[in-house]
């Protein structure tokens, strides 16, 4: 049994170290894309204090994100999300999580309006910039959000960047 479970960390650790994570981007028409990514988790529990064994294989959250890249510096993004709904229920949810434009007003300076992820988070907020599991439930909270509102964004020797949104207690508001 011991051999096995050596057997199976070894083999676990190897496909962690050369996988990449399930992504895809392509090119619709000039300007316009989509991309998009499939996050899964696959877990294997073996307690030696019993015969039982566990194994659960999740798809944890699907996302399909379409991207505009148009003229004179106006980009657009919507980004839909699949996966659960976050209650506890183990439902399916669909949602718009982040659609928002971008104005480039220089090399320097951009706007953003709409619904977009706060840059209040030292952590990414997708998982496939995590490469790990995590259940922290502050995680939203102290992490920042998805935010309605206007921000702006100064790319110089220092960065800045502002923002004014709808509810910065509560990033789930969408009103």
Request: proline content about 1%.
């Amino acid at each position: 049994m011991r051999n096995m479970n050596k057997s199976l960390l070894v083999s676990a650790i190897g496909l962690a170290l050369i996988s990449n994570a399930a992504v895809a981007d392509i090119k619709l028409a000039e300007g316009l894309s989509v991309k998009g990514f499939v996050d899964m988790s696959f877990l294997y529990t073996d307690d030696d204090s019993s015969a039982e064994t566990t194994q659960v294989f999740g798809v944890d959250q699907v996302e399909t994100d379409f991207m505009y890249d148009g003229a004179d510096g106006i980009s657009a993004q919507v980004d839909i999300q699949y996966g659960e709904s976050g209650d506890g229920s183990g439902t399916d949810e669909t949602f718009v999580e982040e659609a928002y434009i971008t104005k480039k007003v220089n090399e320097e300076v951009s706007v953003k309006a709409g619904r977009f992820l706060s840059y209040s988070g030292w952590e990414t907020a997708e998982p496939t910039g995590l490469y790990q599991y995590s259940a922290a439930g502050y995680g939203d909270l102290f992490y920042g959000g998805y935010q309605q509102g206007v921000s702006a964004y100064y790319d110089g020797a220092i960065d800045v960047m502002g923002s004014i949104v709808n509810n910065l207690a509560n990033p789930l508001d969408n009103d």
